[in-house]
């Protein structure tokens, strides 16, 4: 089955920690997004990738970086530089068929 | 610009009931708009979409929606809850339906059914 794959499933960070979520994609599908989502809020863009080997920044980029050098496959790091990681991250496509396909998220926690 | 409301962070409504949730967008152009559902702990699925064709827009689980343009609304209704439609619904626009289209999404409504 073609989908969207995220790992680890639940993540737990120490304070000055780098930490790198993964998000691979078997759809085939040219771009790649970096949700954050905190309660009681909608989803905020952080990053996105339209091509490989290209990249923009969303809305709250500060503290974050990615990288795209496949299709297949779109890391986000968060750096220690990002003050208030703890959140829900979704990554996710898009196709001009299927509209927007959504991972089903990591977990992260600052301990 | 675009933006998104969603009146009501939570909603309860008792099994059987319609299921009314309300969204209002804010667009410059002609908008796009979704409605996706998310359960705990997992990604967003897409309820169902309107990208300019017909204005009463039928997706899964039951649930449509209706663009009003003069209202600005795009609210989803469903005639009969079932418990598995307790989840956080939200609302979305963009302005166009490409990659390069900036997706914006509403706070999100929790949707709890009585029993």
């Known amino acids: 089955d073609g989908g969207i794959t995220q790992s680890p499933k639940y993540l737990f960070r120490k304070e000055g920690q780098n930490v790198t979520l993964s998000c691979e994609q078997n759809?085939?599908?040219?771009?790649m997004y970096w949700y954050r989502q905190d309660p009681g809020q909608g989803l905020r863009l952080i990053y996105y990738?339209?091509?490989?080997?290209?990249?923009q920044k969303g809305d709250i980029a500060e503290g974050y970086s990615v990288s795209r050098e496949k299709k297949e496959s779109f890391p986000l790091t968060v750096t220690s530089a990002q003050k208030n990681p703890t959140a829900f991250y979704l990554c996710?496509?898009?196709?001009?068929?299927?509209?927007?396909?959504f991972g089903s998220g990591t977990r992260l926690t600052v301990v | 610009a675009q933006s998104v409301t969603q009146l009501g962070s939570h909603v309860s409504v008792s099994e059987g009931a319609l299921v009314l949730l309300r969204c209002n967008y804010s667009s410059s152009v002609p908008p796009y708009l979704f409605w996706y559902v998310q359960y705990p702990n997992q990604g967003l699925q897409l309820l169902l979409k309107y990208t300019s064709a017909a204005t009463l827009v039928k997706g899964i689980n039951g649930f449509e929606a209706e663009f009003k343009k003069s209202e600005t609304s795009f609210h989803l209704t469903k005639p009969s809850a079932h418990m598995s439609d307790a989840a956080e619904y939200f609302c979305?626009?963009?302005?166009?339906?490409?990659?390069?289209?900036?997706?914006?999404f509403g706070s999100g409504t929790r949707l709890s059914i009585r029993p």
């Open positions: 979305a626009v963009t302005s166009g339906y490409s990659s390069a289209s900036k997706i914006i």
């Open positions: 996710a496509t898009f196709s001009g068929d299927y509209g927007y396909t």
């Open positions: 759809l085939n599908h040219d771009a």
């Open positions: 990738s339209q091509i490989v080997n290209d990249f």
